[in-house]
């Protein structure tokens, strides 16, 4: 057995580094220009579990999120993005924060995201630079088939979404980080965790969600504003002590007066008020009376975050605000479908449950039945 000296064991701490791991939802395939092949997968590798499982743990790249160097948030090719395990993310909430800040950055920038909670959270390995491997998996939904398509265990149903999946470029990854991470910046208050879930609520219709959510963060946005502005400009113009804090009173100033002064001043406009008014409303009415909000309500809500954002950073494009939420939307199940014509390119047999085979020849045969033709 070799021996293991300080080279050895240095050589070893270099080609295995801890990590923690979370995943990005919905799933995606990242690319990258050092990948010669793209990701391609034939309904026999699903059918078979015969998929190249490699290429899922492979490194696609990695992004700056302004760690100190020489760390970055490493990303496969499944996903998966890796962080070091550094004093400041070794709680779960911690890491569950950073995590979400990195996604709320990818949401702004453009790349449609969703919020991890503790569940999660994997921990593994970077194996020579070229590969993340899990090892302790986390118990959400998104983990679990990560698990499952990484060892090819996952069923014909669910390695199906191998095929033709969504793919992000691992630059695109980056440009949106960095406009993301700009925002953030610039307004430390914002909770990358609540604009994720608000945003989220939205796409899912689920406006009780997307409206506490984004109501929470545009309150964060008016404080940030409300203390740069106004009580700034107070320090500015030698205020004493007792203005500045008469104006640091929320009791005094609530978030619908600041509203009316950042109005009257100027920062924002008669459209931005009055979606900011409709949103303030709805959110009492459901924190007080709770009166579920309806689609309108919480449309007015993202309509008024675009409004503070944009007054907020008036020179910088938002991507989050160019996105098509509805591509990644829950449609109304009540609402009538538009007919269309569906040409199935691969299909499988269902299970029949007792007495439904009969029961669909049944219907079937009513359907062709036309009333005084003397048969069907």
């Known amino acids: 057995m070799e021996e293991l000296t300080p080279d050895l064991r240095e050589q070893l701490a270099k080609r295995r580094a801890s990590c923690i791991i979370a995943y990005l939802e919905p799933f995606r395939i990242v690319e990258s220009d050092d990948i010669v092949q793209p990701w391609k997968v034939s309904i026999e590798e699903v059918n078979q579990r015969t998929w190249d499982y490699v290429k899922l743990h492979e490194i696609a790249g990695t992004i700056d999120i302004g760690l100190d160097k020489p760390y970055n948030l490493v990303v496969s090719r499944d996903g998966a993005l ?85 793919t992000a470029h691992i630059s695109h990854l980056t440009t949106a980080m960095k406009t993301g991470l700009a925002v953030l910046n610039c307004v430390a208050r914002l909770r990358g965790d609540l604009l994720l879930k608000g945003v989220t609520g939205i796409a899912r219709r689920d406006w009780s969600s997307g409206l506490s959510n984004l109501w929470i963060v545009i309150e964060q946005i008016v404080s940030h504003v409300w203390d740069q502005k106004i009580i700034g400009q107070a ?51 459901l924190a007080h009376e709770g009166q579920t909000p309806s689609e309108t309500s919480a449309m007015a809500v993202f309509s008024a975050l675009r409004h503070l954002l ?37 299909w499988m047999e269902i299970p029949k449950l007792p007495n439904e085979l009969e029961l669909e020849q049944l219907e079937a045969k009513a359907r062709l039945y036309v009333p005084g033709d003397g048969g069907c």
């Open 235 to 285: 320090v500015t113009d030698g205020a004493p002590k007792s203005r500045r804090d008469q104006l640091s009173d929320n009791r005094t100033w609530t978030v619908a007066v600041k509203l009316e002064v950042l109005h009257q001043s100027g920062f924002l406009d008669a459209a931005a008020l009055q979606d900011l008014s409709a949103a303030r409303k709805a959110r009492n009415d």
């Open 310 to 346: 944009g007054a907020v950073l008036p020179e910088q494009r938002i991507p989050l605000f160019d996105l098509n939420l509805t591509d990644h939307a829950i449609s109304d199940p009540f609402a009538p479908r538009e007919p269309r014509r569906i040409e199935p390119q691969y």
């Open 82 to 166: 890796a962080l070091p395990p550094l004093n400041h993310l070794r709680s779960d909430q911690a890491a569950v924060e950073f995590f979400n800040r990195c996604l709320a950055g990818l949401l702004l920038g453009g790349v449609y995201c969703e919020a991890i909670s503790v569940d999660s959270l994997d921990t593994g390995s970077i194996i020579d630079w070229k590969y993340v491997r899990t090892y302790r998996t986390g118990q959400a939904a998104s983990n679990r088939f990560h698990e499952l398509i990484r060892y090819r265990q996952a069923s014909s149903m669910e390695a199906i979404q191998l095929m033709c999946p969504r």
